[in-house]
């Protein structure tokens, strides 16, 4: 099982950014899947997750109203619509594919290797 992230950059604060998540080696659309970030020096935590047949979304209140999860099953990719960013958002990015979209990360079976996103003030 593989979950390739990418899209991270540096970008300035009111910037966007889309990330990417590749999934392999699993039937993708049987699962929920997440993204979380983890900051230089704090915890890994919940961003957002997406059910795994219904769409039904779930964000963090920090991200919500500015990121959008989505995911297309037929391509076994999710993604991760970043707008308005500021620099409180920069962290290593995960995604993450689990049985339930949950916000615990030990919820979540498989996890991709992150992309960093870095926002400039």
């Known amino acids: 099982v593989q979950l390739q992230a990418s899209g991270g950059g540096s970008v300035q604060a009111g910037g966007s950014l889309t990330l990417s998540c590749a999934a392999s080696?699993?039937?993708?659309?049987?699962?929920?899947a997440g993204w979380f970030r983890q900051a230089p020096g704090k915890e890994r935590e919940f961003v957002a997750a997406?059910?795994?047949?219904?769409?039904?979304?779930n964000y963090a209140g920090s991200v919500k109203g500015r990121f959008t999860i989505s995911r297309d099953n037929a391509k076994n990719t999710m993604f991760l619509q970043m707008t308005n960013l500021k620099p409180d958002d920069t962290a290593v990015y995960y995604c993450?594919?689990?049985?339930?979209?949950?916000?615990?990360?030990?919820?979540?079976?498989?996890w991709g290797q992150g992309t960093e996103v870095t926002v400039s003030s």
């Open positions: 993450a594919a689990g049985r339930y979209a949950e916000t615990s990360v030990r919820r979540y079976d498989y």
């Open positions: 080696g699993l039937a993708f659309g049987d699962y929920a």
């Open positions: 997406i059910s795994r047949t219904r769409g039904t979304t």
